[in-house]
């Protein structure tokens, strides 16, 4: 099956290079671009994609707001946000919004397909290398209150293994590597993992990043 990718870039230049790469492989398809977030929502509300290409700071609409408006009608298109070091706070509200995942412009053509295809099948995608600095990156910009934060209740829910586990996929840990961590089954990861999104009530592998995170059980070092 071929997947049906939009861009979405204010840099006329940058979405070539992408269409260049895309197209050249057999299963990645590019069926339309924007220079601007305002004009991705009007066209993936008529004709969904797979995936979409999303920068940032744009005109007219940024990534952020166009992100936030998609997930929020229903529109299956899952988004792939692209972004440099300096732009962390976005890329958080990108996260918060329902982006699916994120990598920096510099990213390997390579570690670009890969994330592409990820996030089409449903994985979120932090795991990858310049993903996870990123990831660390990001969370260094997260509110930083000394105070005591509250419990949330979800979290009453969840087993000692089911959090081990979300710890480990709070630092980034690809399945593979909980499974070396916690000497467990790749299919028992996949199960638990598959539990913490029903009992925190998560998206997916972001979302779960960044509920850690907020509620305490990852820490920012």
Do not use: W
């Not at 269409?19 to 492989?25: C, G, H, V």
């Not at 539990?195 to 059980?217: I, N, W």
């Amino acid at each position: 099956m071929t997947l049906k990718i939009y861009l979405c870039d204010d840099q006329a230049l940058v979405r070539g290079g992408f269409r260049m790469l895309i197209e050249a492989e057999d299963d990645l398809e590019v069926v339309g671009e924007a220079s601007n977030g305002e004009q991705a929502v009007r066209d993936l509300t008529r004709r969904p994609a797979d995936v979409v290409l999303m920068d940032i700071r744009m005109p007219v609409m940024d990534g952020v707001e166009a992100t936030r408006e998609l997930v929020e009608s229903g529109n299956p298109t899952k988004i792939l946000v692209l972004t440099t070091f300096d732009l962390d706070e976005y890329v958080f509200a990108a996260l918060r919004a329902g982006a699916s995942g994120f990598l920096l412009k510099d990213a390997r053509p390579d570690d670009l397909l890969s994330a592409i295809r990820d996030v089409a099948s449903g994985e979120a995608v932090v795991a990858p290398s310049a993903t996870r600095r990123l990831l660390e990156h990001v969370v260094d910009h997260l509110p930083t209150d000394t105070g005591p934060k509250p419990i949330d209740p979800r979290l009453a829910s969840l087993t000692d293994r089911e959090r081990e586990v979300l710890e480990q996929v709070a630092k980034g840990a690809t399945n593979a590597e909980i499974c070396a961590t916690l000497y467990m089954a790749e299919g028992t990861v996949k199960t638990h993992i598959g539990r913490l999104l029903s009992k925190l009530e998560c998206r997916d592998r972001v979302s779960l990043v960044l509920f850690a995170y907020e509620t305490g059980v990852a820490k920012v070092v």
